[in-house]
Each structure stands twice: as C-alpha cells, then as structure tokens.
C-alpha cells in the first residue's frame, strides 16, 4: 500500500486552517498593539489640541495654550517611544509594548500635570480624555494583568493628583473609571472566554488530525506503531529538565515529535518495511522522509514553530546527519533534543530482524555518542532525566492505542 504525502498534508491541513486566524494569537496582539497605538496618538494629540487651541479660541473666545511649558514633556516621550516600540516589535516582544508604552505614558503625564498645576493660577479641571480610551479598549488584549495595571494605575493617579493638588473635583472622574473598569473586567472575562473556547475546538481538531496521521502511518509501517508516542514523551520529560520551553511551546514541540516521521508516507513499502539491508539508493529514499515531512505540515498552526523536529532530528552534531549536513549548534535545539529521544527508543524498541535493548545498555550507547551523534551539553541533561525515562519505559503499555497524554491538554 503506497500513501500520498500530498493527500495526508491535505488532508491535515483542512481543519487547522478552518481555525488559523482565531488560533493565531501573537500576530493578533502584533496587530491589535498597532491600531492600538494609531488611535491612542490620534486621540491625544487630537484632545489637548482641541481642549487647549481649538475651545479656548473659537468657542470660549479667549486666549489658547498649553497649561505649563512642561507639558510638551508628554510629546517628547511619545515620540521617544516609537523607536522603542519598533525596538520591541522587530525583536518579537511584542507583548511588552503595552505595559512599556502605558507604564511610560502614565508617569510622564502625572509628573507633568503636579508640575504644571501645583502652586499655579490655573485650576486642574480635567486630564486626556485618551485615559477613557485606554480603560475602555482593556479588553482587546485578553490580559488581566495588563488589566488590572492599567485600571489600577489610571485611579492611583488622579487619586494623588487629587491629594497633592487638593482638588476634591477629581472624585468625579475617579468614579467614572472605577465604573468603566468594571465594564472592561466584565468583557475582557467574556472575551477570555470565547477564546478559551476557540482553542480548545482547535486543539481537539488538531489532536485528531495527529492521530489520523499517526493511524496512517501504522497502517504504512508497523513499526511506527507507538513509536511516535515513546519519542514524543521521552523528548517532552527532556525537554522540561532543560527548561527553557513555555506550556504553548511545550505542545507545539509534543505535536511536532508525534509527526517527527510523517514523511515516511512517501516512502514505497517495499523499502519501508524490507527486512534486510537496504541498498545505497533505497537509503537515499529513505533519508528523504526528514525534507519531505517538513514541508508537508510547514503551514500546519500549532507546530510551525517545531517544524525543526521534523526536519532536523536525523542531524548528527559532528555533522554527519541528514539531510542538511548541519553541525553542533546549527542543529536547532529542539531536533538536538529528538534525536536523543528518537535513538533511544529505536535501540529499546523491538524490530523484525532485532529484539529490543536493555535500557541500560541503550544509555551506554547514547553517552557513548557524546560529541559525534548527540549534543554533549544535552547529554548532561539526559542523565539527570534517565531515571524518568526508564520508568516510562516500564510502565508503558505496549499494545495499548495511542492517545495524548494529559500533561500537553489544555
């Protein structure tokens, strides 16, 4: 039975990206930070040009300008900004624009407005109607930290610009975004929700489409039967030790092990499952699977940040791998951290023309490809985490269906 690569990419493809701009979160904060922006300095510039220029002059018919010469401090730090928000967005932080950009835009404006009325002629009657506007747009970033930052830190402001100014009028707009704020919690938990909602349906789809996969690929080549499973969770415990990965990121990694030998649905099966040695030219075909899976789930939403793992986890560090020839660190670390997995269970797996390994004499093996097959410094990480690999290995059920373990749900 030969599969095609085309039909299985297809058909996993379909559902994923039925859901790929609901499920596509950092590009919706990078864009949602952008409008955001674009109408935070419209309204601004707009509000204390009208309040200050445009009222005095052609409606109260007196004389306009700005409170204090302080005040173009506030236009001098927005400007200062831009670059830093370009800094941060080109650098991928994205998501700490809006705490740098309000933490930076709220001490600027309480600083000017006790510099500019205290002691002065001029009574503090109101601040930047662009503080309704931050309050009320809370919810679009589905963040109750940032939330309660913001929320918090607008009335902490008036409240001692109230105190140090002694002006009892501002307990008007202090109860007016003490009631806006509650508005904004009420949607951002509505908000949250819905998007708890969304990528659960998402991650379902995308767990049976990994499944389907998985089944085809048994169906192809018995071996692989749980194969998929034992290198996604040894790479998982792995890949915790070391640390370095957040939950989301952990999932992506998970889902991109299970398909780590995706590409072999290309393989014909008179190569996949020969029982004796292959020839020169059938390993070359073979060693076709790594480029060919990749390129088959490179546009899949939810691995495509662990689509090294399918690619890259025949890699060796002395650079005698396949199918990129790639050297020590030029090995992402991901495939670095499948390939230890994948080895291990290989050798601790039984085949047609071989029975299974002793775990410990696996071990031996791995520590004894330090520097040419496997990362030295990972291998530290390796012996930290055997332990835990070994009772995996005891406790697994090697004739049980495959199903996602409940540490990578969400």
Known sequence: MTLSIKSISTNFLVVCHAHL????????????????????????????????????????????????????????????????IFYLIKTNKQFWVKYVFFISYLLTAFTV?????????????????????????????????????????VLVKYVLTAIILNNTYLILPIILFAVISVLSLFLLVRFQGYVRAIKISYDKQLEGMVKGVIATLELKDPYTRGHSERVASYALLLAREIDKLSKEEQKSFYYACLL????????????????????????????SHPSVGAEAVKDVEGIQDSIC????????????????????????????????????????????????????????RIIDGEGSQFDPTL????????????????????????????????
């Open 21 to 84: 701009e609901d499920y596509m979160l950092p590009h919706e904060e990078q864009r949602t930070v952008k409008w955001f922006l674009i109408f935070f300095y419209i309204i601004m510039l707009g509000y204390d040009f009208f309040y200050y220029y445009f009222l005095p002059v052609h409606v109260k018919h007196v004389e306009g300008g700005l409170p204090s010469n302080f005040w173009y401090l506030n236009y001098i730090v927005l400007f200062l900004l831009i670059p830093v």
């Open 113 to 153: 407005d006790i510099v500019s009325f205290y002691h002065s002629d001029r009574t503090y009657s109101s601040g930047n109607v662009v503080e309704v506007f931050l309050i009320f747009t809370l919810p679009i970033f589905l963040n109750k930290k940032y939330f309660w930052i913001v929320s918090l830190g």
């Open 260 to 287: 780590h030998d995706i590409g072999k649905v290309h393989i014909p099966d008179h190569i996949l499952m020969k029982p004796e040695r292959l020839t020169k030219e059938e390993f070359e075909i073979i060693k």
């Open 309 to 364: 793992v399918i690619r890259s986890h025949h890699e060796r560090w002395d650079g005698k791998g396949y199918p990129d020839q790639l050297k020590g660190e030029e090995i992402p670390l991901l495939a670095r951290v499948t390939t230890i997995a994948d080895a291990f269970d290989a050798m601790t797996s039984s085949r047609s023309y071989r029975a299974a390994m002793p775990v410990e004499e696996a071990y031996q």
């Open 379 to 410: 291998l530290e990480e390796f012996k930290k985490v055997f332990p835990a690999w070994v009772e995996f290995h005891k406790k697994y059920p090697w004739t049980k269906q495959w199903e996602l373990p409940k540490e990578v749900e969400l």
